[in-house]
C-alpha cells in the first residue's frame, strides 16, 4: 500500500489570477478542498451567486459586506480577524467597503472555477 504524500505550496508560486480590474485570487485546489487569497480593491462588487461548496471566509485585512439568502436580506460586515462561515446553497453577493486581502476555503473544491466558470468575479 502506497503511503500518501505532503505537498508543499508557497503562494509566490502560485499564479496570481487577476479576475478583473479590482479583483485578483490565488487558488490552491487539493483532492477535497480549494484554498484561495483574495485582494479585492474598494468599490467591488462580488455579484449574487451560490455554489453546493461550503465556505468559510477569513478576512485578515479590510472589510467586506455581505448580502446573503434570497433576496440578500441578511447583511453582515465582516472585517479584519473576522470569519463568517457560508453554507452550501446559499445565496450571496459582498460589497468592498474597504481594500480587502481574505482567505477563502472551500470544500468539496470548486470544481467550476478549476473549469473556468467564475464570470461572476469577472465583472468585478
Known sequence: MS?????HHRWDD??????SPSI?????ATDRVTLVQF??????????HRHPNEQVTY?????????????????V???SGEVLHIPP???HSADVVET???IDVFTPRREDWLAGEDAYLRGG
Open 14 to 19: 502560485v499564479t496570481r489570477e487577476q479576475l
Open 59 to 75: 478576512i485578515v485585512e479590510g472589510h467586506l459586506r455581505f448580502h446573503l439568502g434570497e433576496d440578500g436580506e441578511d447583511v
Open 89 to 91: 446553497d446559499l445565496p
Open 24 to 28: 485578483a485570487r490565488r487558488m490552491i
Open 3 to 7: 503511503e500518501a504524500k505532503a505537498k
Open 77 to 79: 460586515d465582516v472585517k
Open 39 to 48: 485582494n479585492l480593491e474598494q468599490g467591488a462588487l462580488v455579484a449574487e
Open 100 to 102: 480587502t486581502f481574505a
